[in-house]
């Protein structure tokens, strides 16, 4: 999954302009026309209360340089219609493997701390993988990573090949290192419970 940081957290910078769980609410307080007549807007907001003390709320600091950048890719992919080329310097896998392996030292081996900070960059990596081509881009950037993401499926198809094509080569060139040619009769009970299952 190739991408830069800046384009696969494009979500953050709406999550920053207002972090309150209830943000554009006020549209959703309106009243709306049903078959039997007007619903009250207080309805809706009772109801809307009682779900939004439900969700978990994160809060998450983003450093000023990096809502810039945040913003600049904003502008660049919605206003001005540019894309950021592809495959991109590091993947977000790469990003979150660099993360790991310089902060890991921060934490004791075999400590529930250091389980916890694994599960938090393995699954930034799975959200990733699951939601780039979804939620994380912004939907000018969804066709270039979906014609990306086909030409790497096709790339990885005939590398796979090749790989395979090498492998059989090189076990014919060893297969009498790993294969046997010396078999033994397998007893009747055991042909009789083999047949059975």
Same mark, same amino acid.
């Given at each position: 999954?190739?991408?830069?940081?800046r384009s696969a957290s494009k979500k953050m910078k709406a999550a920053n302009s207002d972090l309150s769980p209830n943000h554009g609410s006020?549209?959703?307080?309106a009243t709306h026309t049903t078959g039997r007549g007007q619903k009250r807007g207080r309805e809706?907001? #009772?109801e809307n209360e009682e779900n939004s003390n439900q969700r978990p709320e994160v809060h998450n600091h983003v450093p000023e340089n990096l809502m810039a950048l945040l913003v600049d890719d904003w502008e660049n #992919?919605?206003?001005k219609k540019c894309l950021v080329a592809l495959p991109a310097d590091y993947s977000a896998n790469e990003i979150l493997t660099a993360y790991f392996e310089e902060e890991k030292h921060k934490y004791r081996l075999g400590s529930a701390e250091?389980?916890?900070?694994?599960?938090?960059?393995?699954?930034?990596?799975?959200?990733f993988e699951k939601c780039?081509?979804?939620?994380l881009l912004y939907t000018f950037e969804r066709q270039q990573y979906a014609e990306f993401r086909k030409l790497l499926e096709e790339g990885k198809g005939c590398k796979l090949r090749g790989e395979m094509a090498k492998l059989t080569k090189w076990l014919g060139k060893n297969s009498n290192r790993f294969f046997t040619a010396e078999y033994e009769k397998a007893s009747p009970q055991y042909a009789e419970k083999a047949v059975e299952e």
């Open positions: 999954m190739e991408m830069r940081l006020e549209q959703q307080h809706n907001e #009772i #992919i919605t206003s250091a389980y916890l900070f694994l599960d938090a960059v393995t699954g930034c990596k799975d959200y780039v081509g979804r939620i």
